[in-house]
C-alpha cells in the first residue's frame, strides 16, 4: 500500500523535530556531555512532588473540568495578577492545558481559516511553524539579528504584515537565544498590532527566569489595549522543574478561552488531576525554589558565555532562559557541520542552529540547564576542538 497517499498533505510537509533528530544520533554512546535538551536539571521540588503524592493517596484520580479544577484557576489568576500585573476571571478567562504545547495548538486552531498568516520571530522554539501549517495556515517568519540580541524589532514586523496576517507568535525570554524584549520594543509591536488588528499569541514559559535586575519582564498582554488581543500562554515546565507533569495555561477574554475549550474538551478532555494538584502547591508556595534555580542558572550562564567569547565563538549575554546560542561562522562550518563534528570529535551534543529556521544557520544552541562540572568539561572540549579547526 502506498501510504504517502494516505496521510494528510499538511502533515506530509511537516518535518520531523530538528532537535530530536539530531539527539537520535546521541541515543546509546557512551560518554556524551549534553548541551542539548531544553529541561532544567533540577529535580521538582519536593515540596510540590509531596502534592502529587498526597493527592493521590487522597485517591484524587478522577476527571476535572474541561478548564481545569477551580482552586488551581483561583491560583493561576492570582499569580498571574501579581506576577504580570494583568487581571484574568479565574472561572471564564483560565483554561489548563497538557503543557504549553497543547495551548498553541488549540489556541491555533481556534483563530485560524485556512490561508491565515501567522507571523513569528526566528529563531524559534521548533514546533512554531508546524504548529501553524497543522492547523491551515500560513507560517511567515520574520529573522531577528544577533546584533539586536535576538530580539524582534517593530520595524521588521511592520515590513511581514499583509492583508493576510492574523495572528502574531511572541516567546520572550526566547528558546533557543535567550532574548528577551524591551517595553520600547514591544509598545511598538503593540501599536502594529492593533493598527493591524492582530492577535497575538504569547508565550511565556520562561518569563521567571530573567537574569537582568534592572529589567523586569513586561507582557504585550499589560499594555494598553492588548490584553483584549492577547493569549497568555504560561505553564510550569521551566521556572518549577516541572516538565514531566505536562502542565500550562491559556488566559485570554471569555470568548477566546470558549473556543480554546471546545477544542480542549474534544481532544483533551482536561489536563491531569494529579499534575493540577501539584501545580496549585507550586503556585502557593513555589516562589523559593524558583529564585534558587534561576540563581544558579545566572551563575551558569555568565560562566558559559565568557568561556564561549574567550574561545573566539561570539555570544551576546542572553537576557531570561537557559540557553546560549553561539556565532560559528569564523570556523568556516554549518551549523551542522560544526555540530556533528563536535559530537564525533569532543562527545559534546550541542543543536545546530538551523533546528530553530533558517535564520538558526551560522550558531548553535547550548543548553546550560546542567551542572557547572558539566560545563566546565564541556567548554575545555569545545575549546580544544575550536582550537583544532
Request: aromatic letters at 8%; one cysteine or more; charged letters at 25%.
Amino acid at each position: 500500500m502506498d501510504y504517502s497517499k494516505k496521510i494528510a498533505r499538511q502533515v506530509v510537509s511537516v518535518p520531523r523535530s530538528g532537535i530530536r533528530d539530531f539527539f537520535e544520533l546521541v541515543q546509546g554512546r557512551e560518554g556524551i556531555i549534553s548541551l542539548g535538551v531544553g529541561e532544567p536539571d533540577f529535580v521538582t521540588p519536593w515540596h510540590i512532588r509531596e502534592a502529587a503524592i498526597y493527592s493521590l493517596e487522597q485517591g484524587h484520580t478522577s476527571y476535572t473540568s474541561n478548564l481545569g479544577l477551580p482552586d488551581l484557576r483561583e491560583s493561576i489568576s492570582r499569580y498571574v495578577d501579581d506576577f504580570f500585573h494583568i487581571k484574568y476571571e479565574a472561572q471564564s478567562e483560565v483554561l489548563v492545558t497538557v503543557g504549553v504545547s497543547e495551548a498553541i495548538d488549540i489556541a491555533l486552531r481556534a483563530l485560524l481559516d485556512p490561508g491565515d498568516e501567522v507571523i513569528y520571530h526566528e529563531p524559534c522554539y521548533v514546533s512554531y511553524s508546524p504548529s501553524i501549517v497543522m492547523a491551515y495556515g500560513e507560517a511567515v517568519p520574520v529573522e531577528t539579528k544577533k546584533r539586536d540580541g535576538f530580539s524582534l524589532k517593530p520595524e521588521a514586523l511592520a515590513a511581514a504584515i499583509t492583508p493576510k496576517s492574523r495572528v502574531l507568535m511572541l516567546n520572550f525570554p526566547t528558546n533557543p537565544t535567550g532574548a528577551t524584549a524591551s517595553r520600547e520594543d514591544l509598545e511598538g509591536i503593540a501599536k502594529l498590532c492593533i493598527e493591524h488588528d492582530l492577535m497575538v499569541l504569547s508565550d511565556e514559559i520562561y518569563c521567571e527566569l530573567r537574569y537582568d535586575a534592572d529589567e523586569e519582564h513586561v507582557s504585550i498582554a499589560s499594555l494598553p489595549g492588548m490584553r483584549e488581543r492577547t493569549i497568555l500562554l504560561h505553564g510550569f515546565s521551566k521556572a518549577f522543574a516541572m516538565t514531566g507533569f505536562r502542565l500550562g495555561y491559556a488566559c485570554a477574554p471569555e470568548p477566546i478561552i470558549e473556543a480554546m475549550m471546545k477544542i480542549h474538551q474534544y481532544s483533551m478532555l482536561c489536563a491531569p488531576i494529579t499534575s493540577q494538584m501539584a501545580a496549585i502547591e507550586a503556585l502557593e508556595n513555589g516562589a523559593e525554589a524558583v529564585v534558587k534555580m534561576r540563581d544558579s542558572y545566572h551563575q551558569r550562564r555568565d560562566f558559559v558565555v565568557k568561556r564561549l567569547n574567550e574561545m573566539g565563538l561570539e555570544c551576546h549575554s542572553p537576557g531570561g532562559a537557559f540557553y546560549v546560542f553561539p556565532d560559528v561562522r569564523k570556523t568556516g562550518l554549518s551549523s551542522k557541520e560544526f555540530a556533528m563534528k563536535l559530537l564525533d570529535e569532543e562527545n559534546v551534543a550541542a543543536v545546530p542552529g538551523t533546528a530553530f529556521g533558517d535564520s538558526g544557520e551560522g550558531f548553535l544552541r547550548c543548553c546550560y540547564a546542567t551542572s557547572m562540572e558539566e560545563l566546565r568539561l564541556a567548554m575545555d572540549k569545545m575549546e580544544a576542538f575550536v582550537g583544532r579547526l
